[in-house]
C-alpha cells in the first residue's frame, strides 16, 4: 500500500503553511508534517528526518514545490537518494516532478539548478544591498549587547576571561573580542 507523506515548510515563523497544508490535503496525503526552519540546509528539520526515516518502498513524499524541501542541489539530490535507496519517490504539486518517470527525474534537475542560482542572486542582491547601507551610514549592524565597561571593571578586579564570561553570562570568546577592542 502506498503512503502519501505531505511535507510543508516555510523559512519563518512570520510566514504561513495554510496554502501548503490545503494543497497536500487536497492532493491526499496520509501524513503531513510540516515546520518553519530554514531551506538552506536539512539539518535541523526533524519533520522531514521523521518522514525521510518513515518512508517506505512504494511511498510517495509529497511537497507543493522543490523549493520547499531544498534550496541546494546537494540537499536536494541527497534527499532523492535517500528515497530512491528505499524504493520512495519524490512529487510536487505545482511543478511536473515525479521521480518515479525519467521525464519527472529530468525535470528535477533542471529546477534544482535554477533554484540554486535564484538563492545565489539574491544572497548577491542582499549582500550588495547591506554594502550600500553600509556606505551610506544606515546600516551599523545588531547592537552591542555586552558592556564593554562591565568587562573592564571585571578585568581591572583581577578575574580572567573565563571568570568574566561566566559572571556576565557570556562566552569567553566575547570577552577577549571586547578586551581588543580596548586596546
Same mark, same amino acid.
Given at each position: 500500500?502506498?503512503?502519501?507523506?505531505?511535507?510543508?515548510?516555510? +523559512? +519563518?515563523?512570520?510566514?504561513?503553511?495554510?496554502?501548503?497544508?490545503?494543497?497536500?490535503?487536497?492532493?491526499?496525503?496520509?501524513?503531513?508534517?510540516?515546520?518553519?526552519? +530554514?531551506?538552506?540546509?536539512?539539518?535541523?528539520?526533524?519533520?522531514?528526518?521523521?518522514?525521510?526515516?518513515?518512508?517506505?518502498?512504494?511511498?510517495?513524499?509529497?511537497?507543493?514545490?522543490?523549493?520547499?524541501?531544498?534550496?541546494?542541489?546537494?540537499?536536494?539530490?541527497?534527499?532523492?537518494?535517500?528515497?530512491?535507496?528505499?524504493?520512495?519517490?519524490?512529487?510536487?504539486?505545482?511543478?511536473?516532478?515525479?521521480?518515479?518517470?525519467?521525464?519527472?527525474?529530468?525535470?528535477?534537475?533542471?529546477?534544482?539548478?535554477?533554484?540554486?542560482?535564484?538563492?545565489?542572486?539574491?544572497?548577491?542582491?542582499?549582500?550588495?544591498?547591506?554594502?550600500?547601507? !553600509?556606505?551610506?551610514?544606515?546600516?551599523?549592524?545588531?547592537?552591542? +549587547?555586552?558592556?564593554?565597561?562591565?568587562?573592564?571593571?571585571?578585568?581591572?578586579?583581577?578575574?580572567?576571561?573565563?571568570?568574566?564570561? !561566566?559572571?556576565?553570562?557570556?562566552?569567553?570568546?566575547?570577552?577577549?573580542?571586547?578586551?581588543?577592542?580596548?586596546?
Amino acid at each position: 500500500m502506498t503512503t502519501l507523506f505531505g511535507y510543508a515548510r516555510v +523559512s +519563518s515563523t512570520d510566514q504561513d503553511l495554510d496554502l501548503q497544508l490545503a494543497a497536500l490535503k487536497a492532493a491526499g496525503c496520509d501524513v503531513i508534517r510540516a515546520e518553519k526552519r +530554514s531551506g538552506a540546509s536539512t539539518e535541523g528539520r526533524a519533520e522531514l528526518r521523521n518522514l525521510l526515516d518513515f518512508a517506505r518502498a512504494g511511498d510517495v513524499l509529497v511537497v507543493t514545490r522543490i523549493d520547499r524541501l531544498a534550496r541546494s542541489i546537494a540537499d536536494l539530490a541527497g534527499i532523492v537518494r535517500e528515497l530512491e535507496a528505499k524504493g520512495a519517490a519524490l512529487k510536487a504539486l505545482e511543478q511536473p516532478i515525479d521521480t518515479n518517470s525519467a521525464a519527472g527525474r529530468a525535470f528535477l534537475q533542471m529546477l534544482g539548478v535554477f533554484a540554486e542560482f535564484e538563492t545565489a542572486i539574491r544572497r548577491e542582491r542582499q549582500m550588495e544591498g547591506i554594502a550600500a547601507a !553600509k556606505e551610506a551610514g544606515v546600516y551599523k549592524g545588531r547592537k552591542p +549587547s555586552i558592556k564593554p565597561e562591565s568587562v573592564a571593571a571585571l578585568k581591572v578586579e583581577g578575574l580572567g576571561a573565563t571568570e568574566i564570561a !561566566k559572571r556576565l553570562g557570556i562566552g569567553r570568546a566575547s570577552v577577549y573580542r571586547v578586551l581588543a577592542a580596548e586596546t
